[in-house]
């Protein structure tokens, strides 16, 4: 009896060791909401809810992180995509976005589903 109880004491502050261990390295890579703001933007900020798709949708890493050697350590979007003046072909800061979040979320909705579309389901105030 007495050894079951701590036999059953340690694998139980193994498990938490482990919990607090994993969560405290997921925190460090990126947190679970990601506030999104342009600089000097005049709209609220877009809350995105990192987890929910990375996690949760199971949504690959380098559909959002496109252009990475290794996309789950990802470079910010705005090194690539300034607020004005891109290279010919690629997006300035808001078109890359709004192209990505919107288009593929124009896409769940076709499909029946929910993700939002309007600008203030994104652009919370
Ligand atoms: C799926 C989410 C989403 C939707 C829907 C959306 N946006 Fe955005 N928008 C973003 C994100 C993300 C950014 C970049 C971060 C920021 O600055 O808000 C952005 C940036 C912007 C910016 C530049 C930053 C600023 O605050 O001035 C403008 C302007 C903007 N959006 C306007 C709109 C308008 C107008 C609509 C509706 C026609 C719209 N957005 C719909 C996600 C969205
Ligand atoms: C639906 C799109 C999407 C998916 C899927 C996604 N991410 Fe992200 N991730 C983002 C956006 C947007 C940011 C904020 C980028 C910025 O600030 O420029 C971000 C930020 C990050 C950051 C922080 C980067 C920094 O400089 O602070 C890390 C780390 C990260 N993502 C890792 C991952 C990993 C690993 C996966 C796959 C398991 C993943 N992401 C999947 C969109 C996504
Ligand atoms: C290392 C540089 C780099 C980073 C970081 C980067 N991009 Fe891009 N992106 C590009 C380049 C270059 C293009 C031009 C088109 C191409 O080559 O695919 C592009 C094109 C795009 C396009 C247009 C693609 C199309 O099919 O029309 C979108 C949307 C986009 N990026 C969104 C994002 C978002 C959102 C982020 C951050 C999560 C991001 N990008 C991070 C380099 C980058
Ligand atoms: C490849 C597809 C895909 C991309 C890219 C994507 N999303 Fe989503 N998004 C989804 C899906 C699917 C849902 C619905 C998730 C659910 O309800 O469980 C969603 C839901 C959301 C929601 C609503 C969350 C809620 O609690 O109801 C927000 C906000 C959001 N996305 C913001 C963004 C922003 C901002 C971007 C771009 C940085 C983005 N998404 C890019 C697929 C995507």
Redesign the pocket.
Known sequence: MKRRTILVGFIVFALSLMFVFSVSFAQK??SDV?T?KMEGGKLAPVN?P?AL???K?K???A???HKEPD?????????CHPITGAKEGVPVFKDA?HK??ID?HKEVVAKGNKAPTKCTECHKK
């Open positions: 890579k990126v990601i999104l995105f990192h798709h990375a996690d949708q949504i690959e890493c559909k959002c992180h996309p789950t350590q990802p470079e910010q979007c705005i090194k976005y990505q979040c593929c």
